[in-house]
Nanobody, 118 residues
Framework: QVQLMESGGGLVQAGGSLTLSCAGS????????MGWYRQAPGKQREMVAT???????KYADAVDGRFSIYRDNRKNTVTMQMNNLEPEDTDVYYC????????????WGQGTQVTVSS
């Protein structure tokens, strides 16, 4: 059974930092794209940052320059360092793993709350 276990969410003041981690089990994700998405109540889930199997990273414009994503294929993990957090970053953050090739799959974590106070 594949599972994505997230950790690191919480409450922080504006300008502070948090680190989100996601550990996968039940499958090796070295050939997949790993990333983080976020969703506010009543809104669509949006991409925050992704890192491909080749190490290419992508960031949403709103977080570019403040967030950093990296992966460790030996540990099957993806981590996102979030700096200079803003109240607008308050959301539930979801770990995502997806592979478009063969085999194709998509997995989601259960979500972790990040709250940034002003």
């Amino acid at each position: 059974q594949v599972q994505l276990m997230e950790s690191g969410g919480g409450l922080v003041q504006a300008g502070g930092s948090l680190t989100l981690s996601c550990a996968g089990s039940g499958r090796v994700f070295s050939a997949a794209t790993m990333g983080w998405y976020r969703q506010a109540p009543g809104k669509q889930r949006e991409m925050v940052a992704t890192v491909s199997s080749g190490g290419i990273t992508k960031y949403a414009d709103a977080v570019d320059g403040r967030f950093s994503i990296y992966r460790d294929n030996r540990k099957n993990t993806v981590t996102m360092q979030m700096n200079n957090l803003e109240p607008e970053d308050t959301d539930v953050y979801y770990c995502n793993v997806r592979r478009a090739g063969t085999p194709t799959y998509v997995y989601w974590g259960q979500g972790t709350q990040v709250t940034v106070s002003s």
